[in-house]
T-cell receptor, first 115, second 113 residues
Framework: KAGVTQTPRYLIKTRGQQVTLSCSPI?????VSWYQQTPGQGLQFLFE???????NKGNFPGRFSGRQFSNSRSEMNVSTLELGDSALYLC??????????????FGPGTRLLVL | AQSVTQLGSHVSVSEGALVLLRCNYS??????LFWYVQYPNQGLQLLLK??????LVKGINGFEAEFKKSETSFHLTKPSAHMSDAAEYFC???????????FGDGTTLTVKP
């Protein structure tokens, strides 16, 4: 079974631009979560999607948004990029995400650099 | 609400020595606890997890962790460190929803020859 894939792996943008990152979960998984990882803030939860609906949201500004498609693939978008958005963005999938005991499987991440 | 504290952002051990990475958690409901490892430029890989039942959990690569409710701890250990264990390790807690885990700040493990 293929793992979680994320595209692109690396991205360079300039301030003010917008960016879209993509995540394909493990086949059959319906829950997709996004995390931002930075040296200063560590791993922070962005949002979680399940069956095309945002089920949970972290404490990020509205510039960060996402969506999930009927095939469970997910995209996240960041508008009006700021230097502080430079980070590794990780996607994780789990079967249903219902119940804290489920294992999340992480993709390799997309490294975003904002200049 | 839940939180995780990893004591020691950097731990250095000699090859063959005991590895001990500390994790304390806070959770308003019975927690599920996880340890992940991250190698440079890669995502997180699950080492082990505690859900219910036996409090001593064995994971991959010879790692194990013990859930101690009275101490709200879930420390990760390995009897003998190997050079390939050098990586960053994250402790995480989830309660009702695995998709919204809370992570510690991570501990970077260095293994000296």
């Amino acid at each position: 079974k293929a793992g979680v894939t994320q595209t692109p792996r690396y991205l360079i943008k300039t301030r003010g631009q917008q960016v879209t990152l993509s995540c394909s979960p493990i086949s059959g998984h319906r829950s997709v979560s996004w995390y931002q990882q930075t040296p200063g803030q560590g791993l922070q939860f962005l949002f979680e999607y399940f069956s095309e609906t945002q089920r949970n949201k972290g404490n990020f500004p509205g510039r960060f948004s996402g969506r999930q498609f009927s095939n469970s693939r997910s995209e996240m978008n960041v508008s009006t990029l700021e230097l502080g958005d430079s980070a590794l963005y990780l996607c994780a999938s789990s079967s249903t995400g219902t119940g804290g005991q489920e294992t999340q499987y992480f993709g390799p991440g997309t490294r975003l650099l904002v200049l | 609400a839940q939180s995780v504290t990893q004591l020691g952002s950097h731990v250095s051990v000699s090859e063959g020595a005991l590895v001990l990475l500390r994790c304390n958690y806070s959770s308003s409901v019975p927690p599920y606890l996880f340890w992940y490892v991250q190698y440079p430029n890669q995502g997180l890989q699950l080492l082990l997890k505690y859900t219910t039942g036996a409090t001593l959990v064995k994971g991959i690569n010879g790692f194990e962790a013990e859930f101690k409710k009275s101490e709200t701890s879930f420390h990760l250990t390995k009897p003998s460190a190997h050079m390939s264990d050098a990586a960053e390790y994250f402790c995480a807690v989830s309660a009702t929803n695995a998709g919204k885990s809370t992570f510690g700040d991570g501990t970077t493990l260095t293994v000296k020859p």
